[in-house]
């Protein structure tokens, strides 16, 4: 702790050889950034098992999902009695997979740009203009976070059931009111988010925008939301992974045309059989495009919320 | 929206907002009132749709007499009062006994994971502050349980979880031996560890992200200068780092606490219907009671007090947490971080 030794201007990544086995005072002097030799091992030790929590389940996935079905209805082993790619391709007649990975991709997709728009719109309004009831907009946006979903299930299974019956829109059992219901699932979040990270695009840019000539949705468009890409990206991001994995709704709203993976998936155990390797191979194509598109992107999100959220 | 914007003149655009000084610019206030309701509007109404009128509807629910007989048409189900809440908290009475036992396991949980989950996160998040080989590596790896989709994820714990074939039974008792038989897991009292687990698993890594963009905000010379005047370690991260995230925390624990106590996706993935009683937490209670006995009014009574409880705990914590920032404020100024940080 106290071993911190005066260097000023040491460049912060200049540390100690972490090898030496040499005796403490023949160590070149450190930088006072340096963390001490104790932290290093902690550090080592604690990330080490954390990455072993956080890899089993998904080493567990990866490998059940090859091996047969013999495998994994015995005593579990760490290692297959033989490789399969057998289980990759049952699971695309044991259950219709592919149309629920239709179903779960236009939910998802739809859900996702129309939040992302919405949420433009509204964090625009909120960080560029002054108007009466501001507070109370996002407040109470922000408030239906906390909305127990099981609250609103039933009241809106009868308001859209209700709606269907008076005008002809058919919300429930459709694609449509699960895309207009997961939309607002990720709405407040994405403008919490784009609040903060409008706020921080210059208001010098847009004026400049408006001086030129431009309307406020010129303004918005051609200044604003370019700067605030980042942000953006990580918004939709968020709101594709919240539509993409949600299951309460899904398994009330839907029905055999429009079910989405997140019901879909639970067709693999039947009263006498469960096909866990076909379950591990259909979770790891159902997780590969949101973790693939997550891990690309989450240098955005990170910056994202960055200069937004935690502001 | 695309019809408000019409081509005006630049001149009105410098003037600050609400300064409206002749009869010219009449127009342009105009619209300068009504554009900020305009793009609002999609997201009011679909906030309204979404969220608010099913709550009131569920509130209105909670007074009526609504089984499967009104189902149907549910507008002409019997006005019960408050019965349906008088059931809710008659904790003598088997409904609310259980309500109650389930209430308490959900506060338990919700504390123990939203702890676990900020303490874990902190901890990686701090470890992964300066750079070494290899830790985009593992940054990225750990967002992957909050990458995956949460049904695919619970699935993957389900089968480690299970008693005849699961790797947790393989590891414990035929490896480690540490128990003496094979135990349940996702029945009786071990779903609770279970769960708790599988939602650490899940959690953790959306504190690390958020502490993580925090921790990018703490500008680098608070560190140094920190470091030259003889701080260590352990002084840097108590003097800087805890007190500069802690906005970021006030939020991500409010957050965590809310999507936690209300999680439905991974108790009921990991169970199914009929959650073990160690495990039973809330949400998929009152999904139970509603949809198993076809008593909807009982459930939304039960919702309603739900929600009750978090509009309080909410506030409480917000009155407490945004007067502790202001009094700081009001003590220090938002500049005097620096000055704080000459241990």
């Known amino acids: 702790m106290s071993e911190t030794v005066r260097t000023a201007g040491a460049p912060r990544t200049a540390r100690a050889p972490r090898t030496t086995k040499a005796p403490r005072t023949a160590r070149p002097p450190r930088s006072p950034m340096a963390p001490p030799r104790a932290f290093l091992w902690t550090r080592r030790i604690f990330l080490t098992l954390l990455a072993g929590f956080v890899l089993v389940p998904v080493y567990v996935m990866v490998s059940s999902s090859l091996k047969p079905l013999a495998d994994v209805t015995g005593t579990f082993h760490w290692l297959p009695s033989e490789l399969t790619i057998r289980p990759y391709i049952d699971i695309w007649s044991t259950v219709p997979l592919a149309k629920y990975f239709v179903n779960s991709l236009i939910v998802a997709g739809a859900a996702t740009v129309c939040s992302v728009v919405i949420a433009v719109f509204s964090a625009y309004a909120v960080s560029r203009y002054s108007f009466r009831g501001k507070r109370v907009f996002t407040v109470t946006v922000l408030s239906t976070q906390m909305f127990p979903g099981i609250l609103f299930l039933l009241p809106l299974f009868l308001l859209y059931v209700n709606i269907g019956n008076a005008t002809g829109i058919a919300l429930f059992g459709s694609r449509g009111g699960l895309i207009l219901t997961y939309l607002t699932f990720s709405l407040p979040f994405s403008i919490w988010m784009l609040i903060g990270y409008f706020d921080s695009v210059p208001r010098d840019l847009d004026e400049a925008a408006l001086v030129d000539g431009c309307g406020p949705l010129g303004a918005l468009f051609r200044v604003v939301v370019p700067a605030a890409i980042p942000g953006i990206v990580a918004v939709a991001v968020y709101a594709f992974m919240t539509a993409w994995g949600e299951v309460l709704f899904a398994s009330v709203m839907t029905n055999d045309t429009t079910r989405t993976l997140a019901v879909g998936l639970q067709g693999y155990s039947t009263q006498y059989d469960v096909y866990w390797n076909q379950i591990m191979a259909a979770s790891l194509v159902v997780s590969v495009p949101v973790v693939a598109g997550f891990l690309l992107l989450q240098r955005y999100l990170v910056a994202g919320l960055t200069a937004g959220a935690v502001k | ?343």
Not at chain 2, 155 to 172: A, C, E, P, Y
Request: net charge positive; charged share 15%; aromatic share 12%.
């Open chain 2, 1 to 343: 929206m695309t019809t408000t914007a019409p081509a005006r003149e630049p001149a009105v655009r410098k003037d600050p907002p609400g300064a409206a000084r002749g009869p010219r610019r009449r127009p342009g206030r105009l619209r300068r009132v009504t554009l900020p309701y305009l793009l609002l509007l999609p997201a009011l109404i679909l906030e309204l749709l979404v969220h608010l009128v099913p709550m009131v509807i569920g509130v209105v629910m909670s007074f009526k007499e609504l089984t499967q007989f009104y189902i149907r048409d549910w507008g002409t189900a019997p006005w019960s009062g408050l019965d349906n809440y008088k059931v809710s908290v008659d904790f003598d009475a088997p409904v609310g006994e259980a309500l109650l036992h389930s209430f308490l396991v959900t506060v338990v949980f919700t504390l123990l994971s939203v702890a676990l989950c900020w303490l874990i996160g902190t901890a990686a998040a701090l470890c992964m502050q300066d750079t070494f080989r290899g830790r985009g590596l593992l940054r990225a790896l750990f967002l992957v349980p909050y990458a995956l989709p949460v049904y695919a994820a619970v699935i993957t714990w389900v089968f480690m979880f299970q008693h005849d074939n699961g790797l947790v039974n393989h590891v414990l008792h035929d490896q480690l031996h540490l128990t003496e038989g094979r135990s349940f897991w996702l029945i009786g009292d071990n779903s609770f560890f279970a769960l708790l687990t599988v939602s650490v698993w899940k959690g953790w890594p959306f504190a690390f992200l958020i502490v993580m963009a925090g921790l990018q905000n703490i500008p680098k010379e608070l560190y140094e200068a920190a470091a030259l005047d003889g701080a260590g370690m352990w002084q840097r991260v108590r003097r800087i780092t805890l007190p500069s995230l802690r906005p970021v925390n006030q939020v991500l624990v409010l957050v965590l606490f809310l999507w936690t106590f209300n999680d439905f996706n991974t108790p009921f993935v990991l169970f199914g219907r009929g959650a073990p009683r160690a495990a039973d937490l809330i949400s998929v209670h009152i999904y139970e009671a509603s949809f198993v006995t076809w008593n909807f009014g009982t459930g939304s009574a039960m919702s309603v007090l739900l929600l009750l409880f978090l509009l309080v705990v909410t506030g409480v914590y917000l009155a407490l947490t945004s007067r502790e920032r202001t009094g700081r404020r009001a003590r220090t100024g938002p500049r005097r971080t620096e000055e704080r940080a000459d241990v």
